[in-house]
C-alpha cells in the first residue's frame, strides 16, 4: 500500500487517480496549454495540484473541478492556491460547462490529466458543450489519443473517432511514459489538444441521429453496413448516398456518416420502421 502514497494523499482506485510527478512532462503540457492571464481556465480533476500550480502562476485566478473531497478541501487551504481558485468539489461529468462560460462571458480553456475510467463519456458530455469551449488539452491513455486522432480505414477508428471529429480539431500533442506518474499505470499515455470547429465542416441536423448510427454501425464492427445498418437504409440507399454496402463501419468518413444522418433526419419514416423492429 506504500508505494500509493503520494504527498500523504492514497490514490483511490475508484477514482483512477495516477498522480503526474514528472517535472519535464508538466512544462511540456503547460507550455502546450499556453494559458494567459484573462482566459477563463477550467481544469478537471487537478487531484494535488501538478498542473495547477504552474498554470495558476500565469493567471489571476481559475476554475477547478475535483470529485475527491479530501483534495479538494487540501488544494482550499494551499497556501499558492487558495486565494486564486475557485474550487467546484463535484463530478465533472454533471457539471454544466456552459453556464459556467455565460457568467465568466467567455469561452473555456478546458484542461486535466483525466481518469482512465472517466475519460471516453466525459469527453461525450464535454463534445455537448463546444459552442461554450475555446479549447481542450487532457491526458489520456495513448490508445484513447489513437483512437481520437484516427482516420478512416484504420483498426483504431472508432464511433469515439467520428463524434470527436464532428465537433473538434484533434491534435496529439506528446507521449508520456508511465513512469512520469505515482502509482505507475500500466499503460502508456498521451496529450492532446481538441480545438472545437468555428464551423462545423459537416453539419448534421440532429446529432442524436449520428449517435446512433455510429453506435449501432461499431457495435457490429465486423458486419458490412449493408447488415448492421441494414434496418434503416437500403443497399439501394446507400449507393445512391455513395457507400458501398460491402464496407465496414471502419472504412466510412466522418463526412460520410454526417451524410447518412441528414438522410434519415429527412426521412423520419426509416427511424419509426426501426423503432417499431
Request: aromatic share 8%; net charge neutral; hydrophobic share 40%.
Amino acid at each position: 500500500m506504500n508505494n500509493r502514497v503520494h504527498q500523504g494523499h492514497f490514490a483511490r482506485k475508484r477514482f483512477g487517480q495516477n498522480f503526474l510527478n514528472d517535472q519535464f512532462v508538466i512544462d511540456s503540457i503547460v507550455s502546450a496549454i499556453h494559458p494567459q492571464p484573462g482566459e477563463s481556465v477550467v481544469e478537471i480533476g487537478p487531484g494535488l495540484g501538478a498542473l495547477t500550480l504552474p498554470v495558476a502562476a500565469k493567471m489571476d485566478r481559475m476554475t477547478v473541478i475535483e470529485l475527491d473531497r479530501d483534495l479538494a478541501a487540501r488544494l482550499e487551504t494551499h497556501p499558492q492556491l487558495q486565494n486564486k481558485l475557485t474550487i467546484h468539489q463535484q463530478d465533472a461529468m454533471k457539471f454544466n460547462f456552459a453556464q459556467l462560460a455565460e457568467q465568466e462571458g467567455q469561452a473555456l480553456r478546458v484542461f486535466g490529466n483525466l481518469p482512465y475510467n472517466i475519460s471516453t463519456p466525459l469527453m461525450f458530455h464535454l463534445f455537448s458543450y463546444t459552442q461554450a469551449i475555446r479549447d481542450m488539452h487532457f491526458m489520456l491513455q495513448k490508445e484513447v489519443v489513437n483512437r481520437l486522432v484516427a482516420g478512416h480505414n484504420s483498426k483504431t477508428y472508432g464511433r469515439l473517432t467520428v463524434m470527436a471529429q464532428y465537433y473538434c480539431n484533434v491534435i496529439p500533442v506528446l507521449e508520456v511514459p508511465p513512469t512520469a506518474f505515482t502509482p505507475v499505470p500500466k499503460v502508456d499515455s498521451a496529450v492532446v489538444r481538441l480545438v472545437p470547429h468555428t464551423t462545423l465542416p459537416h453539419p448534421v441536423g440532429d446529432v442524436r441521429v449520428l449517435s446512433r448510427i455510429t453506435t449501432q454501425a461499431f457495435n457490429q464492427r465486423r458486419k458490412t453496413v449493408r447488415n448492421s445498418l441494414g434496418n434503416l437504409f437500403s443497399v439501394e440507399q446507400l449507393i445512391e448516398l455513395g457507400i458501398d454496402p460491402t464496407m465496414r463501419a471502419e472504412n466510412i468518413s466522418v463526412a460520410q456518416y454526417c451524410k447518412l444522418a441528414n438522410w434519415l433526419s429527412e426521412h423520419p419514416q426509416q427511424q419509426e420502421s426501426e423503432e417499431s423492429l
